[in-house]
């Protein structure tokens, strides 16, 4: 089981934490100088682990917006390292970056809801010190990458499930707006993909990091409900841009497709693009676009009056 859990974690990395780097280089070299970094900052514990961020750009002597940074990994890998580049590009674009680390799931620890405990806390955490850091607390978005565009997608579409902590009692842990980066939106439907990008649609890898995550149907089958962004769609719910390939083998395109679709009905801002060449990453053409996209709406949701 181990070695099959390196193994998978492998892949997840690869697939689903690295491609954030790539991705958003650009935005970290519009830099003019390196922001202030504080790495390891912890936001709380549970479960026995310590839970930490990193900070990029905070000054106690400014009020500007910030964007909570949650990188991917299939729930079980990655670091919130991996996203320094973007963080800096944050910072430099007039943002507090803040990059998230959460309990991983493996061999049947640290199953879902933690991780969603874990995003929620530190945002609480987040809003509570926003003196010390220089942010507003009510200009706050936040972007994600694979299983980190699941998890903010959640801050998006969920209040506080865990609100025992009473230092954190009185701060809302829900984000002003999303960046949903080919992240998955309803387990109940399945991660079965395109029979034209993958023959008979399998997904043995994508279905293994679910059952992993969520833990096994139908012992489990409240998780994948409660796990699905699309289901928590409401009149609270923050507007959404939602990136994905159309070429992914991992999380189906039609994930964000529908969640678009649901958001809209519900009468929510969202935008959805499609890039036709994309896969579970973006080449360098398309990443320029998602940089753009990604930086015209931070300024319209969190820089605006």
Same mark, same amino acid.
């Given at each position: 089981?181990?070695?099959?859990? &390196?193994?998978?974690?492998a892949i997840?990395?690869?697939?689903l934490?690295?491609?954030t780097?790539?991705?958003?280089?650009?935005?970290?070299?519009?830099?003019t100088?390196?922001?202030?970094? $504080?790495r390891?900052? $912890?936001?709380?514990?549970?479960?026995?682990?310590?839970?930490?961020?990193?900070?990029?750009g905070?000054?106690?002597?400014?009020?500007r917006?910030?964007?909570?940074?949650?990188?991917?990994?299939?729930?079980v890998?990655?670091?919130?390292?991996?996203?320094?580049?973007?963080?800096?590009?944050v910072?430099?674009?007039g943002?507090?970056?803040?990059?998230?680390?959460? &309990?991983?799931?493996?061999?049947?620890?640290?199953?879902?809801?933690?991780?969603?405990?874990?995003?929620?806390?530190?945002? &609480?955490f987040v809003?509570?010190?926003? !003196?010390d850091?220089?942010?507003?607390?009510?200009?706050?978005?936040?972007? *994600?990458?694979?299983? *980190?565009g699941?998890?903010?997608?959640?801050? *998006? #579409?969920?209040?506080? &499930?865990?609100n025992s902590?009473?230092?954190?009692?009185?701060y809302s842990s829900?984000? $002003?707006?999303?960046?949903?980066?080919? *992240?998955?939106?309803?387990? !109940?439907?399945?991660?079965?993909?395109?029979?034209?990008? #993958?023959?008979?649609?399998?997904?043995? $890898?994508?279905?293994w990091l679910?059952?992993?995550?969520?833990g096994?149907?139908?012992?489990?089958? !409240?998780?994948? !409900?409660?796990?699905?962004?699309i289901?928590?769609i409401?009149k609270?719910?923050?507007?959404?841009?939602i990136?994905?390939g159309?070429?992914?083998?991992l999380?189906?395109?039609?994930q964000?497709?529908?969640?678009?679709?649901?958001?809209?009905?519900?009468?929510?801002?969202?935008?959805?693009?499609?890039?036709?060449?994309g896969?579970?990453?973006?080449?360098?053409?398309?990443?320029?676009? #998602?940089n753009?996209?990604?930086?015209?709406?931070?300024?319209?949701?969190?820089?605006?009056n």
């Amino acid at each position: 089981m181990k070695s099959k859990f &390196r193994l998978i974690s492998a892949i997840a990395v690869s697939l689903l934490g690295a491609v954030t780097i790539a991705n958003f280089r650009p935005v970290a070299q519009a830099q003019t100088a390196a922001p202030a970094l $504080q790495r390891d900052v $912890q936001y709380g514990e549970a479960g026995g682990e310590k839970l930490f961020l990193n900070i990029y750009g905070a000054d106690p002597k400014q009020k500007r917006p910030a964007i909570i940074l949650i990188h991917g990994g299939g729930w079980v890998a990655g670091s919130r390292n991996d996203l320094d580049l973007l963080g800096q590009g944050v910072s430099a674009l007039g943002y507090v970056g803040f990059s998230v680390g959460y &309990r991983f799931a493996k061999d049947g620890k640290n199953r879902f809801p933690a991780q969603l405990d874990d995003v929620q806390r530190a945002v &609480r955490f987040v809003r509570a010190h926003a !003196t010390d850091y220089g942010i507003d607390p009510n200009k706050i978005g936040a972007m *994600g990458f694979s299983a *980190g565009g699941h998890l903010v997608s959640l801050l *998006g #579409t969920m209040d506080t &499930r865990d609100n025992s902590d009473p230092a954190l009692a009185n701060y809302s842990s829900r984000v $002003q707006c999303v960046v949903d980066v080919f *992240g998955p939106t309803d387990f !109940t439907a399945g991660l079965k993909v395109d029979p034209t990008i #993958t023959p008979g649609g399998a997904n043995t $890898q994508g279905d293994w990091l679910v059952n992993n995550f969520l833990g096994p149907l139908p012992e489990f089958a !409240t998780n994948y !409900t409660l796990a699905s962004p699309i289901k928590h769609i409401d009149k609270k719910t923050v507007p959404f841009l939602i990136l994905h390939g159309a070429k992914d083998n991992l999380v189906p395109v039609a994930q964000s497709t529908s969640f678009d679709e649901a958001l809209r009905k519900a009468g929510i801002e969202s935008k959805l693009v499609v890039f036709p060449n994309g896969g579970h990453g973006f080449g360098p053409e398309d990443t320029n676009t #998602t940089n753009q996209l990604a930086i015209e709406f931070f300024k319209r949701h969190l820089q605006g009056n």
